[in-house]
């Protein structure tokens, strides 16, 4: 399996609608004449200055309450507009050149869902997995009734589904809570996508498990990298980089049979500006996820350095998942750096789109300073993460290497030819090779 050739190129940036528009939580919740899925096409010329080729959304389909209880796939969420508003977004989008990737909740649905109702009231109930007592739910949640995906009419549905709304101009899908839908399902469904859609990209959320299994067995073309995104962040907390390259190891593993999508932001997760615990590592993590194999996605507010906490509690989403100004320009004053950082590395990987399936490895490795290549057959990289309190030194022939150029880092100017390496306690650099 491969990726459609213009992933090679995807750069996602992926924001929560129902929380970027402000429909929800909101009392009252907007009505649909007040078009709010149309802020989100405001921003689109900032997700092009930023670098991005592609708007990852999350659900926008009708549903009860926070987007992931469905309860009509085919309807836009009349807190966000109508099917106008739809087609607005996607003619904005197209005439920028930007991709758009759906958020498709295809594991449960929420308890307003017609055939539910319908079954509730001691119709066929065929459409929906049985549980202990009664009909079975998402992971404990009352509001979340899973489906059963062994039935023929639930694949049909899904796959009409999914056809609608790429006929309308989206270019994929990412599939929510796809390590909870059998793979077979999505063998099902996804060849017949396909056979319409050749060029469509899917993404399955998967968070734990054998990720070469989950993509060979269910054909999807990728999956959430939370392992790396996991180490990542707990790597420059704990300074233990024997983590990270672990991690980096089976990521490599993972690039011989798919290409994982990679982040170290989304909407259900706290922000990275919150989970280290020492801003100045911030850009680590960066110049990590944008210098390694994947398929980058970068979670809106993240260039700008936002806050943010995900709480295991009702509403513990909100302070993830907030509202943004109608225009880019009203948030201006947030940011500047952080802004800035992510430009020059987005467009550090646009200028080396070698870098989607580019593998890592080792040249020097301690708790708290970390040196890897980066490469393939079309060129390589450098690069050097420090967070001792000390200075990492050393000369490039140490590491097998005669000489390379500065071309991002934390302290040195850019574009600048070194045969050593010299970088500043808590601070990185990448070099071209």
């Known amino acids: 399996m491969s990726d459609p050739a213009w992933v090679e190129h995807a750069i996602w940036w992926q924001l929560y609608p129902l929380g970027f528009v402000g429909a929800f939580p909101a009392d009252p919740p907007p009505s649909p004449d007040e078009h709010r899925l149309r802020r989100i096409a405001a921003w689109f010329d900032h997700a092009l200055e930023l670098g991005a080729s592609g708007i990852a959304v999350g659900p926008l389909f009708a549903s009860q309450t926070h987007g992931y209880d469905t309860v009509d796939h085919y309807a836009i969420d009349p807190r966000l507009g109508d099917d106008a508003d739809f087609d607005h977004l996607i003619a904005e989008a197209r005439s920028r050149g930007l991709r758009v990737l759906l958020d498709g909740v295809f594991n449960h649905v929420g308890t307003e869902f017609g055939r539910y109702r319908e079954a509730l009231a001691g119709g066929d109930d065929s459409w929906f997995r049985k549980g202990r007592n009664g009909f079975a739910t998402f992971e404990g949640h009352d509001g979340l009734i899973a489906l059963n995906h062994r039935h023929p009419a639930v694949v049909d549905y899904v ?49 734990h498990g054998d990720y070469v299994a989950t993509v060979a067995a269910s054909t999807v073309d990728s999956v959430t990298q939370y392992e790396l995104w996991k180490a990542i962040w707990s790597s420059l907390n704990d300074g233990n980089f024997h983590e990270l390259d672990h991690a980096l190891s089976r990521h490599g593993e993972f690039l011989d049979a798919f290409v994982p999508m990679t982040f170290v932001g989304n909407h259900d997760v706290t922000r990275i500006a919150s989970r280290l615990d020492d801003e100045r590592h911030v850009g680590h993590a960066l110049a990590l996820v944008l210098t390694i194999g994947g398929t ?16 295991e509690r009702v509403g513990g989403d909100d302070a993830v998942r907030p509202e943004f100004p109608v225009a880019p320009t009203e948030a201006e004053h947030l940011g500047h750096d952080a802004f800035r950082l992510h430009q020059h590395l987005i467009g550090l990987r646009r200028r080396h789109p070698w870098l989607h399936t580019a593998t890592t490895s080792a040249l020097h490795l301690d708790n708290r300073q970390y040196v890897y290549r980066v490469g393939s057959e079309q060129g390589a990289l450098l690069v050097a993460l420090n967070v001792d309190d000390a200075p990492l030194r050393m000369s490039l022939a140490e590491l097998g290497i005669d000489a390379g150029t500065i071309v991002a880092g934390s302290g040195a100017p850019a574009e600048r030819g070194i045969d050593r390496l010299d970088v500043e306690p808590h601070g990185w650099a990448i070099v071209a090779i």
């Open 296 to 311: 980058p996605s970068v979670y809106a507010g993240d260039e700008w350095a936002y806050r943010g906490v995900k709480e």
């Open 159 to 207: 796959v009409d589904v999914m056809l609608h709304w790429l006929r309308r101009g989206a270019d994929g899908w990412r599939l929510d809570a796809a390590y909870a839908v059998p793979d077979r399902f999505w063998a099902e469904v996804l060849p017949r996508v396909r056979h319409e859609f050749p060029d469509a990209w899917f993404v399955g959320e998967v968070i």
